[in-house]
């Protein structure tokens, strides 16, 4: 579920950032995008009370 979260955010920013395109204001959409892409940190208290997940997948049998 949280993948299709995701995944909607996303598409919702694309299609905010394309409105403003759309309406001429090319400079608000390419910060709309521009926020977007930034990476959202984790504060060192999150890692510590162990709410840091990795997006990382993990193949608990191995891979070969």
Known sequence: MKGLNKLTKRF???MTATTFAEAGEFETAREILKEDAQ???KTSQEVRQG???SDLAVNAAGSK
């Open 12 to 14: 919702e920013t694309l």
């Open 39 to 41: 990476p959202k940190e």
């Open 51 to 53: 709410l840091y997940t």
